[in-house]
């Protein structure tokens, strides 16, 4: 299996420039003191340190002649390729951590293929290198560079010998030589491409904000950048405004709501956190006051709002030409640029199993897409953008924009949401769902959280069809705030800043984390127990035994619902609610043992990858077997009996009451047997708010410890040692 190479062509291509550039007029100066012109290292040295590659030492020397460390020589190397160090795969040394100083430089070199360790599994940061063991890297390299390690080395002025231990002067020299070699050949000068009269579009694109409000004075400065440069760019939200912050906790939409209507957007779709308030007594009245106050129209053509009385009048299951803001459509034409350009929206269909919709019911994606764009060609629209909430590669059991791209004719953009991918340029779906070859439609999506504004440009054919396209993704972090977006945000910031900042009393000398799986770490608090699950499903079992007379065998939480780690230090109230941030309420629950076992089959069906219906656990221990077929793993589930002071099986026939949220007991996450449950009124609310009963929890706590206590333990995971 070849590598997958980590360096950078244009950016090598950069440094031999200066490289090259260096090695002819560097010689005749002096950088170091005890390197001077007539040096037979000079070139390399001054080279590599005028591209910032190596550096000298606090007294002006750069010691040509000492000996240099694998380590050491591991960075020099990644440091002159341009290897990516920060997206590295852990190559599992025993005697190198994640914070060793050359972690980074030597991951990336493994991942290319030109280093490798011993056979003991060790690197050996701190040995010295020698010329066989360079000659043998510069041997791996060769693949990339027109030249072999022999003539590298003499080219270099290196006099070989094997066991001899290489300095850091000889180094030098061979990297800047090796670099010279590989300077690409002039290129000729571009030529204008010739107009046409293709029509052309530009979008500008964010998903996901989940309230974070903060971050808007930047996307706003970003907006108007692009706008300066594209004036008829649309702007368009493919959903989840809502839930995140403290800004969605106090305000619930309406510190967004200025900032998108400021930003001027042409259109938005809902997400399935606009409906996380449908389980509260105002039901989706937050919703519908959003929606009311927009200066924009809502789109969504399979989302039926007929049943909920607080949307009537406000909802038109059309195609518009003429929309107005604050009301919701299925789709709207709108005149760009001399064209009209037809936009509908898409809500994922699991909304109704994350989130909280009530009487607000799915119809099938693939249905309504086809509809709308029959609707749009009807009206001589050939020009079609779906702003859709269904994620990019999310479960196909339900929707995703890969399969609307494949199973709906005439769509050219999919504007997308939900996933919280990071595209960086435009994927392209030019194939059906047979494998047949069919007009491009490309998807964008932006990530998260305000974090980048996505920016693609189209151009059409005479036909319609798109011929040239280009995107990126715009990195807000760095850019200024813009100055009126700071005044629209005080007020809210000062209110939440004062809620965020108290301290609840209680200090921690560990982070409680809530890690999410990686290439470098598998554990998650959506595949693993972790403390913090641990402490919230405590104070959940505490909480609901203090609310009924029933026996409340154990609690549970959905790992998905766990959004934030709290840092060591004095905790806040902020940090709290971070942590458990959609408002969710405590619930009681009347279910079999059978039910039980099945909901936790549910709950592992998907270990030991990440399954937001992970469910932590509190008064009980199960051990599942994640080598064994979904539906199949539960080895043991097992409740702590307060009579006999033990735990004890959970048996298929006996009923047992059970602490979650109301998401969960409403069957969120797909917990089909909880939905049951729920619709044969064996659930009880309870009203009471996590974060304020895990809050109650950390000042109840008089020790927290920072291990696991084996509550869930899969049986096919290999031990630690």
């Given at each position: 299996m070849k590598k997958k190479r980590m360096y950078s062509a244009t950016a090598l291509a950069a440094f031999t420039a200066v490289a090259v550039g260096a090695t002819g007029v560097m010689a005749e100066e002096t950088i170091f003191t005890d390197v001077t012109a007539n040096h037979p290292y000079a070139e390399g040295i001054n080279a590599?340190?005028?591209?910032?590659?190596?550096?000298?030492?606090?007294?002006?020397?750069?010691?040509p002649d000492a000996t240099v460390t694998r380590g050491q020589a591991a960075k020099m190397i990644a440091g002159a390729l341009k290897l990516d160090t920060t997206n590295v795969k852990n190559p599992n040394f025993k005697d190198i951590k994640t914070s060793n100083q050359y972690y980074s430089q030597i991951a990336a070199l493994v991942a290319t293929g030109f280093v490798n360790g011993y056979e003991d599994g060790t690197f050996r940061t701190a040995d010295k290198i020698t010329?066989?063991?360079?000659?043998k890297i510069l041997t791996n390299v060769s693949a990339v560079y027109p030249i072999d390690a022999t003539t590298l080395l003499t080219e270099a002025k290196v006099l070989f010998n094997p066991t001899k231990q290489l300095t850091r002067g000889e180094l030098s020299s061979v990297l800047a030589t090796m670099l010279a070699a590989a300077a690409p050949a002039p290129q000729p000068e571009p030529q204008p491409e010739p107009e046409t009269n293709n029509y052309k579009l530009s979008i500008m694109h964010v998903n996901d904000t989940h309230g974070r409000v903060d971050a808007f004075p930047k996307l706003m400065t970003a907006v108007n950048e692009q706008r300066a440069k594209t004036p008829d760019a649309l702007l368009l939200h493919a959903g989840d405004v809502f839930s995140g912050t403290l800004y969605f906790n106090e305000f619930e939409g309406q510190a967004d709501l200025p900032f998108l209507n400021a930003l001027k957007f042409d259109a938005i779709t809902l997400g399935n956190h606009e409906f996380d308030l449908g389980s509260s007594p105002e039901g989706h009245k937050a919703l519908a006051e959003f929606i009311k106050a927009s200066q924009f129209p809502v789109l969504t053509a399979n989302v039926d709002f007929t049943k909920d009385s607080l949307f009537t009048g406000m909802f038109s299951d059309l195609v518009s030409s003429e929309p107005?803001?604050?009301?919701?459509?299925?789709?709207?034409?709108?005149?760009?640029?001399?064209e009209k350009v037809g936009i509908f929206g898409l809500t994922t269909a699991e909304t109704k199993d994350i989130a909280s919709p009530g009487s607000v019911a799915f119809e099938n994606y693939i249905d309504e897409a086809k509809k709308a764009v029959k609707a749009f060609e009807d009206k001589g629209v050939d020009k079609i953008i779906a702003l859709t909430h269904i994620g990019f590669d999310d479960n196909p059991a339900y929707d995703n924009d890969q399969i609307l791209a494949k199973s709906v004719p005439g769509i050219d953009i999919i504007v997308g949401g939900h996933s919280h991918t990071e595209l960086k340029e435009p994927v392209v779906v030019d194939t059906n769902t047979v494998g047949e070859k069919k007009d491009a439609t490309l998807i964008v999506q932006a990530k998260e959280y305000a974090g980048f504004l996505g920016t693609v440009n189209v151009e059409f054919d005479e036909n319609g069809v798109i011929v040239k396209h280009d995107g990126q993704l715009v990195e807000i972090g760095k850019l200024a705030d813009d100055a009126e977006g700071l005044k629209m945000l005080a007020p809210f910031k000062e209110k939440v800043d004062a809620i965020s900042k108290a301290e609840i009393g209680v200090t921690i000398a560990e982070d409680l984390v809530s890690?999410?799986?990686s290439d470098d770490n598998p554990v998650s608090v959506r595949n693993s127990e972790t403390v913090l699950g641990n402490i919230i499903t405590d104070g959940m079992l505490a909480k609901a035994k203090q609310y009924t007379d029933k026996k409340v065998v154990m609690a549970l939480q959905n790992g998905g619902g766990i959004r934030a780690a709290i840092p060591a230090g004095n905790i806040?109230?902020?940090?709290?609610?971070?942590?458990?941030?959609?408002?969710n309420t405590l619930a009681l629950m009347d279910v079999t043992g059978a039910e039980l076992k099945a909901a936790f089959e549910h709950s592992v069906k998907d270990a030991p990858k990440e399954n937001g219906g992970f469910l932590h656990i509190s008064g009980a221990k199960l051990e599942y077997d994640s080598s064994k077929e979904a539906g199949s793993r539960v080895v043991s589930l097992k409740y702590y009996d307060e009579a006999t002071k033990a735990y004890v099986d959970v048996a298929d026939n006996e009923t047992y009451t059970v602490a979650t949220n109301a998401f969960t007991a409403k069957g969120g996450d797909g917990f089909s047997t909880f939905e049951k449950a729920?619709?044969?009124?064996?659930?009880?609310?309870l009203g009471l708010s996590d974060w304020e009963n895990l809050k109650e929890q950390l000042l109840?706590?008089?020790?927290?410890?920072?291990?696991?206590e084996g509550r869930i333990v899969d049986t096919a995971a290999p031990a630690e040692k």
């Open positions: 590599l340190t005028s591209a910032g590659i190596v550096k000298g030492f606090g007294d002006g020397t750069f010691k010329h066989n063991q360079l000659a107005e803001n604050g009301k919701i459509y299925a789709g709207m034409i709108k005149e760009v640029n001399g890690p999410r799986a806040t109230t902020g940090q709290v609610i971070t942590v458990l941030p959609f408002g729920y619709g044969e009124g064996r659930v009880t609310d109840s706590m008089k020790e927290i410890k920072f291990t696991t």
